[in-house]
């Protein structure tokens, strides 16, 4: 239990992080928050109800601020920051604009002129990145790719060469079709990290090759139960000064005209050096 004690806090909004799973999560500093504000604008008002009861704060004004109302509601913060309030901006679980609401009621904010306090909490994100074992020093959070297999398959296309390890976010419902996808554009020898429902009861993360990760999600239900964070190792650099979008152009221009036309014209679509462009379609003709 939280103690009931109030602080006075200056006019603000307060960008509050809270539990992923567990509901210990959670800042002693972020509780002072939400003791003591004026306002608590909350994705899920009953979702939110319960955590503060749980943490023993049980005097607070909730505010609806979702997906559907974010541009709106952002209007009402800014309408009690004016009376001089304090408001805290929670979601339903982790830090508000990383993949929650947040981000547009924090840039209208700001733009009325109103400070913006980080209250630095849990992060689905990097907690799996951090149980992971991915020893890039830099990683790509790209959040929850499209929900349909053609768009996301060009999506990942865009992300093949980055030499980050890939942070993402999957449902349940689409974590196979995702993996599978994954694959398809990888390929298989990557290492992927499947990290299931983090700081929950029945957290599970699992390492594997990209080409063994069907078989694992595949050999248990209950391995394709609850919310993912997907982390693919990086690209490995390559011998070769060429993207693979420029080989792949190259290639197909080498099917269809004499060489030296095939490297003029790549040269003029990928600005790839010549000499460079020359040489690979000298080996890519004698492979």
């Excluded at 790509?140 to 296309?157: D, H, I, W």
């Excluded at 020898?189 to 957290?203: G, M, P, Y």
């Excluded at 095939?262 to 040489?279: F, H, M, P, R, T």
């Amino acid at each position: 239990m939280h103690s009931s004690q109030k602080l006075k806090l200056e006019c603000a909004l307060y960008v509050v992080a809270t539990p992923i799973g567990n509901m210990r999560d959670i800042s002693l500093r972020a509780l002072d928050v939400l003791n003591s504000a004026d306002t608590i604008a909350a994705e899920d008002t009953r979702n939110s109800a319960h955590l503060l009861t749980h943490h023993g704060i049980t005097e607070r004004r909730l505010l609806a601020l979702h997906q559907h109302n974010e541009r709106g509601a952002a209007e009402k913060v800014i309408s009690l920051l004016a009376q001089g309030q304090s408001v805290a901006l929670i979601t339903d679980a982790g830090t508000p604009a990383v993949s929650d609401p947040g981000a547009l009621v924090v840039e209208a904010v700001r733009a009325a002129g109103y400070r913006v306090i980080p209250i630095p909490g849990a992060n689905a994100a990097v907690a799996a990145l951090s149980a992971a074992g991915l020893a890039t020093p830099h990683f790509l959070f790209y959040g929850f790719l499209p929900n349909k297999s053609a768009a996301r398959c060009k999506e990942l296309q865009t992300l093949i060469e980055h030499p980050y390890t890939l942070v993402f976010y999957e449902a349940p419902h689409r974590i196979v079709e995702c993996v599978e996808d994954l694959q398809k554009v990888f390929g298989g020898e990557r290492q992927i990290v499947l990290a299931r429902e983090v700081t929950k009861l029945f957290e599970n993360i699992h390492h594997c090759r990209l080409d063994e990760a069907m078989a694992w999600l595949n050999s248990d239900p209950n391995n394709l139960r609850g919310e993912f964070v997907v982390l693919v190792s990086a690209a490995q650099a390559r011998a070769e000064g060429l993207s693979a979008e420029t080989e792949r152009m190259l290639g197909i221009l080498l099917g269809e005209l004499p060489l030296k036309q095939a490297v003029q014209l790549a040269v003029q679509i990928s600005g790839a050096a010549k000499n460079e462009l020359y040489q690979r379609a000298l080996d890519i003709k004698a492979e």
